[in-house]
């Protein structure tokens, strides 16, 4: 199965992958959501890159240690 990956450099960037992988995996923001434990408007929220304190502090964090974050999405269904 193809994979897809790239750098994760910020919130917004981190968002595009959520999303991107919850589409392959069939899945609304709703089935997201419930798979989670957490609203849709959060699951939305992270989709859209919003700037949480968590997600600014993490980034920085990254920015002042040379830190990278690589994402990656298969494409394989490995919800049970």
Known sequence: MPTYSGPVQDAE???Q???QARLLKGMS???LAAEMGVSQRY???LESGEPTIWARRLFAAMRATGMT???TIGTDDTRG
Do not use: I, M, Y
């Open 13 to 15: 960037t981190l968002g």
């Open 17 to 19: 992958f959520v999303a």
């Open 29 to 31: 923001q709703r089935d």
């Open 43 to 45: 699951v939305w929220d």
């Open 69 to 71: 974050l690589t994402a």
